[in-house]
């Protein structure tokens, strides 16, 4: 396997501190912690001192100016953690503290993702003359879910004298808030109360409980101390420390480590317990083997995910960092599911979003199936919330997905953009869907999955209406909320349209395989109901404009005043910090493009020249103000063969995140945009569909490119996909043979015998 | 003139204190006092303890779930002033609680609305067994405005003693709050903090400021104790009390009266100096001056404003008092308006609405001119106000009403039910018309009227635009808040349209006049701008449907899912109450109906069987959840020759407040429900129009009555219709002769030449 190339950064600006600690936070799924200075960031260096567990949440209230029936009163959102990233040094009598004094001599951040963890190198000259080197490994452990490891080595450049080293535990600790951005918390609370300080011979343990969802967390801290040094603990009201001293020669470096370990009781009984146990088992082992698990699961990882493409360097980088902050991110229970901005910050408040489903779910469907099924699992543990969501929205029947939530209920506190998203619901049954097509899991889907597709069905069902012979859904909002409540929205209807199929169609498959007693149980499903649903489907309204010969973003768009985005001031990018939602819905812009998502999900609703025309008409509408807007323009400009745009909107949205293209990559980066970036690979220039059919790729190579390579699942298969100038060749590495279509050809490969067929033109 | 009954409420019952504070409230369109308990309300009794000046306001952040663009961040709302109302009473050791302990031996409340006072007489049995009569008479002065007067009056009836009045000041107090109800206030918070207590020798003073907006009240108060009683002042933290001690001997009445002076500081430069000169002068002069004056103003009132109807006294009881209470509520200067709930309480938090120039504008246009002036004053004051609002909404041009506010800004926490209401607009410009119209004021015109129609116009054409010939405005909502942010309203189209074209009109006839140098210096408006306002009222898109034949609510309504609204049950209304809005806004249902409303303002936009096609099909679509529904379905079932059906409306609209039948008229009474009960008499049953070409009626009789009539006022003469089953006749009582249509027949009247023609057949 070739080397990955670590993500590195020089040089040190403290105005990117914030984005920094974003993009090296070190995370598992589990835990995620940011990448902050460990001696803290001096007044006016941005930083957000935060650490989180997935699903780990506080509830809160939501104000409202105008309460309506209906509202929700209270929202979730994840809790920042007891901090345990505080280190102090002190050189004889001097703070070492490299962003507010002395003078910085060399400053880089690493992230290693083969070993899978963050180093912070700074080598620092004192106002008193001492350098010294500092270096700090962070680690999430993929192994040991609860484990951080914090190794901080200090090398003495030109001195010898007494060191000594304060490592703190800090209980008393608040969400961070910026009121005036609505992608981020409004007000900064304080959700985590401090229940016990108990310090340990050589560490100690910090117990603490939610504020108002009362949920527990436990924090047990080990040290190792350099050798040499003495090591005290000291408790205090909200915090412990470990205090380590001794003497550092010049030349020498010494170094200690800390474990930490997390345990929250949405996972775990005993939290406390659970803490001190495993702090127990895990410093007994050496450091190098939670190194070498840490490694060896990566290896694994890369083997079977990652993307390959000749001839640009950055751009590997990208994917590479992509796909790593992704399987970092996602949860591994059904209690969690991929927050927004993964584990790596507060935005959008730790909640999980239709995101998963669409941008981040294929990802994993076809490189780690288990995950994608955990994501499902998720789904299917929140359906009694979703169901109650229902009916307070006045659905007699069926389950509406919160919009935003971490344990199931809305936490949305603005609906035409939020529980208004009728689509979710769509997106959710795509989901399913697409798992069983391509894992053929019957068993799931006889367990949860028909459940889940029913219950959604249902929904749509109630929530549309007949008129005339065409089924109609009105008051919804599509992906793009720059139009709000509208009626019929193409993507919305063609969801629906996919999801009350594909839920009649699942449990008479399960009738006939004899396996529909869960579903039949759990949701009393009936033969008429199932008919229903075909009905529905089959006559589905789908808005078309003949004059324009496309699909109509709703029932309105099309007449909507036209806005040249030309005449828009750069800098009133994007529209939604700038401009009333009301001017907005007023106007023919969109956020990102519902019509043109809906021709890549639901491709086959439309002929070839129709989604041209829909790709050109929206593409002129479309200020990507959504980071997932380019993905799905780079995946349908590929689509319809114009390699060079597809190239284009490719880049932009692989490198979102390290080029902090939104200029919000300081409060957590953008999983869903990462997901996005595979799928426009794979999906984009490979043309990767899976559908009932079974699986299909439409390779096409960029010209800059000499070529790109990806492995992937299929069934019990492993794939590999090599596209290059001369054709694409397809190798089964293990399992049984695959039968697939390449450019419309049906073909069928097998270990040993691999498919090369040339690249689609034109 | 005949003796106008006075409202008389007899018997106790605690449950209905809330709703009585309301209805027996005293006001004079600067000050309102509910009519609250003097010794206080125990813990059970409902109390909303409070006195309002119209127009003075506090602001409070708004607090939102989720903060978009261009939400306001503060909100003005009315302040519940210095109680003045608290008056404890000791008859030796026994405290005077007849809410509370004892025995109600008989329990009276009185609006006398020639008088223009309210009293309150409870005899009662003290647990001790003394028997005692206490009448209580309020006033707020219609000649003076910042006073208010208590005339507190004890009867010994069985027993002499000692007797001691404890009359009380109370600085500290605050607004009344309930968090679930969205048409009251949601926070309790407190707006007035106490500056300075200064007791003088038989009075005191107390100055206050609110807290965030900084105004100023002083209030200053004078006694007048019973005679042979001591007084002696005390002033405390926050208050100032007056006490009063002496002997009452049984079948002996003592008396002693209260003068309140409230002076504010958004009328008065110095509130303490207006406040205590305005105590003396009024001190000075025996009571009765006052009681004279306002039996005076009110005769003139009803001299030129009553409604009689003959053969229903229920019904002219609550016509008097509908009346008497729009004349005690309307602002009488440019600061202020008529707020939703009047002065009476705290509904809607004193905001100002559309309701205004729609539903009160026209009563006080024929009966008191100079009122309706005032009001159209108050909207020319807050032009500024408006057009910077449509500059955070996204308008280049022109000025865009706030959708609720007292001195401007928006006040709305929801805009969707806020500020899309563009319609406002077109209602503030239909009163300048109208007005204009009855006035013949070119005058006011050049100077207000003008500027205000073109800043409206110009934002109806910036908000709209064009598509092929016709021009569309999108994403509003109408009057119907059960449908928000749709697609060309026909209510607001057809407005639009009316104000682009009046606009253009009242410019060039300014020009004519030779009088536009005023509107050309304030908004700079150009022939061709007068052009493109013609060009869009010309081609104006009215939404219609051909196969129901009737206008469309909006482009999307009449496809919406269809509601029976009997299969919704009873205890389900108001639906906002119970429904999400979404569910709301994905059927054809309606709060009420904006084609209904429009088909009475704007007549001539549709034949007659449009007109009845349109009501009967959204009749059955409107639940009248709002108290501004049913006086127009009475309109305009009279307009279409279905009497019975306007006679059941009208009935319901009259009695709204005083049988509670939307059960919230304790937080105040509804200002516009009874302005639109003078329009169901005037513009329904007698079809009074006015228009550019001049008055018009067509009136009918209900068959249950034996005639009404009314004064109305037409340029400079004073007319009166009196209809009977005998016809119609219109006389002068002075001014000039006028000519007018009556059922389409043009006929003159000058003071001595009735007109008398029979009434309108089917």
Redesign the interface.
Known sequence: MTTIQPLVFTGFDPHRNALEESLFHTANGYLGVRGCPEEGAPQGVPSIRGAYINAFYDTKP???????????ET?QGIVNLTDVQTVRLYLEDEAYAPLASGQVLDYKRELDMQKGHAIRTVRWRSPAGREVEVTVRRMASLAQRELFILHYTVKALNFSGRVRLVSREEGDVRNFAD??D?RVA?QSLQHLAVKEIRPLESGGLIVSRTLASNLQLAVAVGYTPPAGFSLWMEGQTSAIEGHMEGMLYQGQSIAFTKHVVFADSRRHQDPVGTALSLLKETTAHPLMRYEVLQREMLQQFWQHSRITVSGDPALQRSLDFSLYSLYCSVGRDAVSSMPAKGLSGEGYEGHYFWDVEIYVFPFFLMTSPDLARGLLSYRHAILPAAREHAR???HQKGALYAWRTIAGPEC?????????QYHLGGDIAHAFLQYYYATDDLDFMAHKGAEVLVEVARLFLD???W?GDSF?I??VTGPDEYS??V?NNFYTNAGAQDTLRGAARMVKKLQEAGKAGPVLAATGVTPSELSAFERAADHMYLPYDEALGIHAQD??FL????LDLHTIPKENYPL????????L??HQVCKQADTVLAHYLYEDLADEDTMRRSYEYYEACTTHDSSLSRCVFSIMAARLNNIDKALAYFRDSATLDLDDAHGNTKDGIHTATMGGTWLALTAGFAGLRIKQGGLSLSPRLPRSWTGYSFPMMWRNSALHVTVTGDGCQVETLSGDPVCLAINGQPVQVSPGHPAHLPLKVG
């Open positions: 939501i104000h409202y100016g105008e309460k309506l029936y209906g509202f929700p929202q009121p005036n609505p409004g307070a929205m006045g949305s506190g603005y609906f035409p953009s939020g529980s208004a929530a549309g209406h008129q109609r009105d008051a709000c409540i009626n029932d309105g007449r909507l005043k036209k939604l910090l700038h401009y009333h939602p009301l001017w819905y007023r």
